[in-house]
Every structure is written in structure tokens, then in C-alpha cells.
């Protein structure tokens, strides 16, 4: 039998979410959702199920999982209520994006009986991966505000930017084009 998965926000990645889960023969996914009807209208067509208003036709529908792909500032109350509902949640990063949000996440999560999983996809990143690999060493640094340039669908890097380091007085700066 298959898990009823819903998708809550019907953006960039909750496509990449609801393509990837489609191919999935252990996952009927019940619905997509979002507050704005033509993307969800148009996600649903794509992968064959129906658009749906909101988290709680979700939940009507039968959802036993569900992936949170809302904007950042709208995580927390959806991945509350799911889980008050014993229903599984895959969260996109951030948890929260307050320390309260993240907070009120994880008591959630601790009462719950159901699983709560927050995506770290970042980790894999070049800069992340340099800077692990400098933790590993001893290095000691201290990053300087600026940001690792983001991947398009196709690869392409969309940002020219790249992350400055310094380590133990030299600069250091690394880029993923």
C-alpha cells in the first residue's frame, strides 16, 4: 500500500518534490496545495493529482506525510499542525526562521508520534563542503558576510558571488563557478 503524501506550496521546489515523488511506487501523493489556485492548478495537472486550497484539504484527503515546501517565514504553522495531526513532515530548510518557531518545531515534533525530517540539502554544497573540509583540518576561520553563489535547475550558476573565508589571517575565497 502506498503512503498518501501531500505537497504544501506549489513553487519551484515543491516541483521538484512532487516530480521526484511521482516516480516513487510507494507514494500516492493525494494532492497539491498552495494559497495562490493556478500554480497549484498547474503542478497538480503535471503530475496527475488534484490542486487543493490548503493544508487542511491536505489532511482531508487522507495525507499521512507531508512535504512542506511553503516560503521560509511560513513553516512553522503548518509543520505544527501536521504534526498535531500524527501526519509525517519532510520541512524544506529553514526549520523556522526564528529561535521561538524552531522551538515551538521541536516540542511539536517531541509530542507527536509521527516523524518530522527537515531537508538539509545545502550540506552538499561546494563552499559548505570546503568549509567542512576546513573544520576537519583545525583551520581556524571566520566567514565574512557574502553568499555562495545558488544552482539553477539546469546547473548554471545564477549568481557570479562567491564566499570569502579568512583563515588564520589570509583571505581565502571560494567559488563554485
Known amino acids: 500500500m502506498a503512503l498518501r503524501v501531500g505537497i504544501l506550496g506549489a513553487g519551484y521546489i515543491g516541483g521538484v518534490h512532487a516530480r521526484n515523488l511521482r516516480l516513487d511506487d510507494r507514494v500516492h501523493l493525494v494532492g497539491i496545495a498552495d494559497i495562490r489556485p493556478e500554480p497549484a492548478q498547474r503542478l497538480a495537472a503535471e503530475i496527475g493529482t488534484r490542486p487543493l486550497p490548503d493544508l487542511a484539504a491536505l489532511l482531508q484527503e487522507g495525507a499521512q506525510a507531508v512535504y512542506v515546501t511553503t516560503p521560509n517565514a511560513h513553516h512553522v504553522d503548518p509543520v505544527i499542525t501536521a504534526l498535531g495531526h500524527g501526519v509525517h513532515v519532510f520541512s524544506e530548510k529553514p526549520m523556522a526562521t526564528t529561535l521561538e518557531g524552531a522551538r515551538q518545531i521541536a516540542a511539536a515534533a517531541a509530542r507527536s508520534k509521527a516523524r518530522y525530517q ?60
Open 118 to 177: 527537515l531537508g538539509f540539502n545545502r550540506r552538499w554544497a561546494p563552499a559548505y563542503a570546503y568549509v567542512r573540509e576546513l573544520i576537519a583540518l583545525g583551520v581556524n576561520y571566520s566567514p565574512h558576510p557574502g553568499s555562495a553563489p545558488r544552482r539553477s535547475p539546469a546547473g548554471s550558476s545564477t549568481s557570479p558571488r562567491s564566499t570569502s573565508w579568512t583563515c588564520a589571517g589570509s583571505s581565502w575565497a571560494t567559488s563554485t563557478r
